[in-house]
């Protein structure tokens, strides 16, 4: 987005003909040629931001919330225009040791599809970025615009799932993340063939696990199972929640999850924070999970491993 901190010039020529073109090639030549591209036009997990918008006013509860929670540093917010079409949003880039969160409080209505996209996934090279979308399946739902430091686009997956595609002629220059937070998607059934065979083409993902009788406990449904896909990619981490969309509050509006060295100790921040849990603590298959609302309404999960 155009607010995003940024220092060192990319350097386009080292992202030239990241797509082969006019050559035969066997299905093996292609596995190997899109986990090419995608590893090379993704970035890093540090660079892909959960798109939070948070309620009128409430830009700096959030951020400190956020801060007192998990630390972390955030840019000034500045107000400016991040669609194709004219809008102003206050906004502002935090970064935190669990994941980078672009932050929005926009002071116009929000033009559409915007406020559905869940992350912006910077690219080396948003056009490679956007035929490798649409080879993989995926429709662009907002062309590429021009903004004044790059250019963006919305994809959406099968399944109904968007992604926002950054470019920058500068490159920001972030430190690792103690932790990769998780993409949590809740894909139906129905879309769910078509979802992993675009999503993982795209990202040239990995399955890490897939258990089609995890414990639904996990999202609020005791004594139930679903399938679970867990997934790994050069944009990091994903879940995939195969939902009959029979799901209880507030499961489904959680986006993204964060791993802490302690869920207890993190929650007490979070509540001494004005940050609302909830559901949980919740153990499952070695892990502690809760469901948290911070102020300005963004919801995350929070999540722990802790030894079998």
């Known amino acids: 987005m155009r607010n995003r901190v940024l220092a060192c010039i990319l350097l386009l020529a080292a992202t030239s003909g990241l797509l082969a073109t006019g050559a035969i090639t066997t299905s093996a030549d292609n596995t190997q040629q899109a986990a090419r591209s995608s590893s090379r036009i993704a970035v890093g997990p540090q660079y892909d931001s959960t798109h939070v918008y948070v309620e009128p006013g409430k830009v700096p509860a959030f951020t400190a919330s956020w801060k007192a929670t998990f630390g972390g540093t955030n840019t000034a917010v500045s107000v400016t225009d991040v669609t194709p079409t004219p809008s102003r949003t206050k906004s502002e880039l935090v970064l935190s040791p669990v994941g980078t969160l672009s932050v929005f409080d926009f002071q116009t209505p929000i033009p559409y599809p915007f406020g559905a996209e869940r992350t912006g996934w910077l690219m080396t090279n948003l056009d490679a970025g956007i035929r490798q979308a649409r080879a993989s399946g995926a429709h662009v739902l907002v062309s590429p615009f021009p903004d ?66 995890t414990d639904a406990g996990e999202i609020g449904l005791p004594g139930k199972t679903y399938r679970k896909i867990r997934l790994t990619s050069p944009f990091g981490k994903t879940v995939v929640t195969v939902s009959d969309g029979h799901l209880p509050y507030p499961f489904g509006r959680e986006v993204t999850g964060y791993q802490v060295a302690n869920l207890t100790q993190t929650l007490t921040k979070a509540e001494a924070a004005g940050a609302t849990v909830l559901w949980g603590p919740h153990l499952s298959a070695g892990r502690h999970s809760a469901v948290v609302k911070f102020p300005g309404g963004y919801i995350a999960e929070i999540h722990d491993v802790t030894s079998r």
């Open 148 to 213: 004044p430091i790059g250019r963006d686009a919305v994809i959406q997956f099968p399944g109904g799932i968007n992604a926002q595609l950054y470019w920058h002629t500068t490159a920001p220059v972030y430190k690792p993340l103690t932790t990769i937070p998780e993409n949590r998607v809740y894909v139906p059934a129905d879309a769910v063939s078509a979802f992993l065979r675009s999503y993982m083409q795209f990202t040239s993902g990995s399955v890490v696990s897939d258990s089609p009788k």
